[in-house]
């Protein structure tokens, strides 16, 4: 598995079909834990029902494992009203990371009057400014990371938590399995991971109408918690750095800047076509990615191969967030992948001021893009399929008017759409889970709840 995930990070793509298929035949076949969820997500052509299947092999020899503790912890929970709802956040992020770097303004804004927040750590401290950031946001801030999945369990049951929220899924260094354990009577599936976790580990999972309309229902072992407008939060404080000339960017002086700044494992060959394509039809233009120096050789052979001398490919180091969202500035537009598009990036560049083109797939990593952007009334930037994708970019990168007339939008847009509105987010949340405990302490099972989407 190591293999094939090093393989996808470098742009190794000799064999991603007979790949797909031997996964296709594995999950038909029932073999639990072969695959992980995580890397079907970035991969052509999988459906949602297969990430559900995948997901739930992936667990069910954990499931079994984890079965005699759990009967024997045999946890309970009362249902009785207190003056404030016990929420733990439960995650390995709590430091400068893409996940803090979006939820922190939620924490703050939290109201607690009405909520008490844990949050139950199991990360280093990178000794960065928003690890006590994030600890002065939380009531208690609990570090599990030297205790079993079973002594964490029991600590969060200690707690009286009455909703945990898991922040990682399946993504690297999870630790997601303390939920086999049933800690809390309420668990969420929340924005670390892009998919269902299958069965026996979550209540719900925090969605909104277009990334998981109500026809999806049977590709997810969660119940639907509806927010109206995108699923994911994103404050107003995120300062942006000045930004740098062209040339201390590494960039040409002219010419139209491509940018994506998604890991590499996110590219595809077939999006990695259009982008070929757009650098040929846009004379002068450069794409300008994230650095990677295992994928950087390959990817300059595979636009080689497809008539893009290397010299247009741009590579951009790592730098601190202010910084790279100042720099982000000097793209004029941001390129999604998919079928696992931008998360982070497309609401950082969208906040940076640079807009994004989306093509929307049937599986909810693959139309996260496509509801931030909507979530900032930029609807016209999502396409329904690759070609309409290359023709919104194409028509944008040789019209300066229509450029323009999509910059000054978003201009208008970016502090006057729900997108940014981080006071209002944090209220349609709170009501979710408000929602969550009353139907949990009134005895009925976990249903859809929030906005109720419209026929997609």
């Known amino acids: 598995m190591r293999l094939r995930l090093e393989s996808r990070d470098m742009c190794e793509w000799s064999g991603l079909a007979d790949l797909l298929e031997s996964f296709r035949l594995q999950i ?27 997901s739930e092999l992936w667990m069910k ?10 009967d024997a912890l045999a946890f309970t929970f009362s249902a009785a009203a207190r003056a404030k709802i016990r929420i733990g956040y439960l995650s390995c992020d709590f430091h400068e990371h893409a996940t803090a770097l979006l939820l922190v303004e939620m924490f703050e804004a939290h109201d607690r009057a009405r909520f008490e927040l844990f949050a139950y750590s199991y990360g280093a401290d990178d000794g960065k400014p928003m690890r006590p950031r994030l600890k002065a946001a939380f009531d208690h801030f609990i570090d599990i990371e030297a205790l079993s999945n079973i002594d964490a369990a029991r600590a969060i049951h200690a707690d009286e938590i009455d909703i945990l929220v898991d922040l990682k899924g ?6 997601t399995a303390i939920l086999l354990f049933g800690p809390a009577p309420v668990q969420v599936n929340f924005l670390g991971y892009p998919g269902t976790l299958g ?36 404050g107003r404080r995120a300062l942006i750095g000045t930004a740098p000339t062209r040339t201390q960017a590494g960039l ?33 233009s450069v794409l300008w990615l994230l650095k990677n120096d295992k994928a950087e050789g390959n990817l300059k052979n595979e636009a080689l191969w497809r008539g893009v001398t290397p010299d247009r490919l741009i590579f951009a180091k790592d730098l601190p967030q202010i910084e790279h969202l100042g720099r982000l500035q000097l793209a004029d537009l941001v390129l999604d992948t998919l079928p696992y598009n931008a998360h982070t990036t497309a609401s950082d560049a969208l906040w940076a001021g640079v807009p994004l083109v989306t093509c929307a797939g049937d599986t909810f990593p693959s139309r996260v893009a496509g509801s931030i952007l909507r979530a900032i009334g930029l609807g016209e930037l999502v396409a329904a399929d690759l070609d309409g994708y290359f023709n919104v970019a194409h028509e944008l990168a040789i019209d300066p008017e229509s450029l323009a007339k ?51």
Not at 414 to 419: D, F, G, Q, V
């Open 28 to 54: 038909a076949r029932g073999e639990s834990g072969k695959i992980s969820p995580f890397l079907l997500l970035a991969m052509s052509g999988v459906s949602a029902s297969e990430q559900r299947g995948c």
């Open 61 to 70: 020899d954990r499931q079994a494992a984890s079965a005699a503790d759990r």
């Open 170 to 175: 399946f993504t690297m260094h999870t630790r």
């Open 199 to 234: 069965e026996s580990l979550c209540d719900y999972i925090i969605t909104d109408p277009f990334l998981t309309p109500a026809a999806s229902a049977r590709d997810y072992s969660e119940s639907f918690a509806y927010l109206p407008h995108t699923y994911q939060p994103h």
């Open 252 to 284: 040409p002086e002219d010419g139209f800047v491509f940018c994506c700044f998604n890991q590499a494992y996110k590219i595809t060959p077939e999006m990695f076509d259009i982008w070929c394509r757009l650098l040929i039809e846009v004379p002068g």
């Open 406 to 456: 999509i910059n000054a939008k978003l201009a208008a847009n970016r502090l006057t759409t729900p997108l940014f509105d981080i006071e209002a987010y944090t209220r349609d949340i709170e009501g979710l889970y408000e929602t969550m405990w009353r139907r949990y302490s009134g005895g009925e099972a976990p249903a859809s709840i929030g906005a109720v989407p419209a026929p997609d």
